[in-house]
């Protein structure tokens, strides 16, 4: 069992930047894949940034060139930097891990994932 904490939400100008860190404890010892997804009120939550076991990484074309996903295995973190925000990146972000390797064309898909965290604020005002 993993267990993962966010941390770094806040509020933000339209075209500033966040950096969301997520941190993983307990069973650490096996590779996860690992995703950060959104979700606002009304809609379903979505994939936002993930990368598998063979460290590649896959973005939701809407943050494409904004957002870059990193992960540092010594230190169990996932980190999300996110520049040239939008006011529709305002959502709760969570941050979500599988044990095993994910092809990348469903790393996106928050199905797959069964470990998340309790997600952290961010808005994005104009």
């Known amino acids: 069992q993993v267990h993962l904490r966010e941390s770094g939400g806040g509020s933000v100008q339209s075209g500033g930047s966040l950096t969301l860190s997520c941190t993983a404890y307990?069973?650490?010892?096996?590779?996860?894949?690992m995703g950060w997804f959104r979700q606002d009120p009304g809609n379903e939550r979505e994939g936002v940034a993930a990368?598998?076991?063979?460290?590649?990484?896959t973005y939701a074309d809407s943050v494409k060139g904004r957002f870059t996903i990193s992960q540092d295995t010594h230190k169990n973190t996932l980190t999300l930097q996110m520049n040239s925000l939008k006011p529709e990146d305002t959502a709760i972000y969570y941050c979500?891990?599988?044990?095993?390797?994910?092809?990348?064309?469903?790393?996106?898909?928050?199905?797959?994932?069964?470990?998340w965290g309790q997600g952290t604020r961010v808005t994005v005002f104009s």
């Open positions: 979500a891990a599988v044990a095993g390797g994910i092809a990348v064309s469903d790393l996106l898909s928050p199905l797959l994932y069964r470990h």
């Open positions: 307990g069973n650490t010892d096996i590779l996860y894949s």
């Open positions: 990368i598998n076991t063979d460290e590649i990484s």
